[in-house]
Nanobody, 129 residues
């Protein structure tokens, strides 16, 4: 059974930084498209970053490019999302998700459409001014 467990969320002030972690079990992330998706209160979910874990190629939503960094640690089967220069509009539940061996345009498409097979329970990130 595939499980994704997010951690690292919590209250933070605007301008601050956070690093979210996604520990994966039941699936070896050696060659998968992994993503981070967020859902602000009362709004639709938005794919913010994805990574093809084999090559390390990364993809970002325009709204977060330059402030968010996705990375992976294959040895520890964990995916990270570094968030810098936090803004109030970053307030959301952040979910980690995993899919199959989709690279390049396939991994980017999954980000855009938030199409992933496996999802975590999410971690809350409230940003206050």
């Amino acid at each position: 059974q595939v499980q994704l467990v997010e951690s690292g969320g919590g209250s933070v002030q605007t301008g601050g930084s956070l690093r979210l972690s996604c520990a994966v079990t039941g699936l070896t992330i050696g060659s998968h498209c992994m993503g981070w998706i967020r859902q602000p209160p009362g709004k639709e979910r938005e794919g913010v970053a994805s990574i093809f874990t084999d090559s390390g190629a990364t993809y970002y939503a325009d709204s977060v490019r330059g402030r968010f960094t996705i990375s992976r640690d294959k040895a520890n089967n964990t995916v990270y999302l570094q968030i810098d220069s936090l803004k109030s509009e970053d307030t959301a539940m952040y979910y980690c998700a995993a899919d199959g061996a989709y690279s390049g345009s396939g991994c980017y498409a999954r980000l855009r459409r938030t199409l992933f097979n496996h999802w975590g329970q999410g971690t809350q990130v409230p940003v206050s001014s």
